[in-house]
């Protein structure tokens, strides 16, 4: 069952420079049920580390992201 799984499974790997989406991980209150957005976005990877660890940067601040909350932004 997990070679079935596995098989699904696609590897992301990111760049620095790359344009990202960065999942909301929290609900805000004005927007709920179907018209919720479900990322933010889009940001700038500045520096990728080992485990998955990624820093994002957009026009304010730096911010830390996973891996697994990210997918890559096709303008």
């Not at 760049?15 to 049920?33: D, E």
């Not at 485990?51 to 957009?58: R, S, T």
Request: hydrophobic share 40%.
């Amino acid at each position: 069952m997990a070679r079935a799984f596995n098989k699904k499974v696609r590897f992301h790997e990111f760049s620095p420079g790359v344009l990202v989406l960065r999942k909301v991980l929290h609900i805000a209150p004005y927007s709920k049920g179907k018209f919720a957005y479900k990322y933010d976005g889009p940001f700038i990877v500045k520096e990728v580390f080992d485990g998955g660890v990624i820093i994002l940067n957009n026009m304010d601040e730096n911010e830390n992201a996973n891996a697994d909350a990210l997918k890559k932004y096709y303008p």
